[in-house]
């Protein structure tokens, strides 16, 4: 998730919705207007598809999907089709950490070179990274990102997590453990493989016998290349307002984002983080102590969603309006899942998308509103946005696209920039797009997906680097030569 609206969002649902009132229970007539809800959103947005399931206290009292998981197929979304929910895999990661906490085979704040002493740190200071330091983004090992952009990969063995663990090793660190804060897909990797290695099986085995099985979240997995039937992803455009796009995933950072789950499993996670650590199968997953440091608020953090926030064990922690909010959101580029928690009203919602749009948020003010009793409101309706305007090209000396040429690691994948014929193209999540020259070093995206379409990207050289820019924000750095 890029940017975030959420937390506005959020404070003026609860605002609409008065002090501390408990969701009313889910009559036909309370289901009724939630399936109104979701399909106003939906028909006004121009959604592929959504999914929501409610928890309140112990049950699920809603559950169901609107729309297409694949538009083509005209096949439906559902609670139970599949997606992969990106970094809400996080939580789930540091579930199976505790659960050898519990054990007594790991501790928070033992460093971690104890557990793996074959991973050898470049930087001396990673020696004395903790777990917990992992698990709160307060390591310093720098972010990392999900590989080959949004393309199914071919399958990597079981060795691929210990491959990237020993990477992550040689990367200096951007601060010496616990002295800052850095969102890190590369630490939740390396918190997977203290999971494998002293789990004593690989972390996808680990988890579907330790935590999934546990909390009965049967359709849960890290094996993504064995669903079938995964949910399409779509990137909104302007004049195709859905253009298909494939989610990134790759195996080797499988414990920061590459789960697959279903609304009707992870309503099942929020049923047993909300009532103590007591499972649907009745098992006590964790205890109350436990998850209570799960959901303690531990580091100064910068919300994926956007604005200040707190950070737990893998979860996004506020309090607005008085009410405890757990939180948190994961997006593959175009799946999305979004689990929202709050305790004291016994309250959790789940929702998964199949485009990232942040136009669609307010609905969880108006999912909100309707358990509390109320009204929702009409959703807004809004056409697709307006087309950019069309940028007109500079010249350029002969050969001086050429600099810039090469693959790209950035915080959205692996990127390359090629040219053809006299056009330079970048291929960004996925997308080819026409770079457009405003100057010889910068150009303006034409596309007509609107996440890309008419934005500035630029080329900065310097200390023997070429980075990447989108206005004023550093995308990644150039790690090879020519492409294409």
Known sequence: MRMDRLTIFTAAALAGCGPAKPAAPATSDVSAR?????????????????????????????????????????????????????????????????RLVAENKLALDTPIVRYIPEIKFTDPRGSGITLRQLLTNRSGIVAGFSGAAYQRPAIQDSAAVGRLAREIATIPLLFAPGQGYKYSNRGWVLAGYIVERVGGMPVEDFMAKEVYGPLGMTHTTLEFWKVPDIAQGYWEGIAIRNHPGNASVSREYGPAGMMVSTVQDMAKLEIALMNGGKSVTGQQFLTPALLAEAFRPQADAESELGGPT????????????????????????????????????????????????????????????????????????????????????????????????????????????????????????????VLVPSSDSSFVQWDDRVHHAGNDLSFHRGRGQVTIWSGKDSLGIKVSGKAK
């Not at 297409?68 to 950490?97: E, N």
């Not at 942040?358 to 409101?377: E, F, I, N």
């Not at 696209?401 to 959205?412: E, H, L, M, Q, V």
Request: proline share 7%.
């Open 34 to 98: 939630l399936d109104q809800v979701i399909a106003d959103v939906v028909a006004k947005r121009d959604l592929p598809g959504m999914a929501l399931a409610v928890v309140q206290g112990d049950r699920v009292i809603y559950s169901k999907g609107h729309g297409f998981a694949d538009i083509a197929a005209k096949r439906p979304m559902t609670d139970s089709t599949p997606t992969v929910i990106g970094s809400t895999s996080k939580p789930l990661t540091a579930l199976a950490v505790l």
């Open 310 to 433: 707190k950070y737990g064990l893998g979860w996004e922690v506020d309090s607005m309006l008085g009410t405890l909010t757990i939180k948190k959101a994961g997006s593959v580029g175009t799946l999305v899942a979004l689990w929202v928690m709050l305790p004291e009203r016994h309250l959790g919602l789940v929702f998964t998308f199949n485009r990232e749009d942040y136009q669609a948020l307010p609905v969880l003010q108006s999912v909100l509103k309707v358990l509390a009793g109320g009204t929702a409101d009409s959703f807004p309706s809004s056409g697709p946005p307006a087309a950019p305007p069309t940028p007109v090209a500079v010249n350029v000396a002969p050969g001086a696209f050429a600099k810039w040429i090469g693959s790209y690691d950035t915080r959205n994948g692996d990127a390359k920039v090629y040219q053809r014929g006299d056009s330079l193209f970048a291929e960004l999540e996925g997308i080819d797009i």
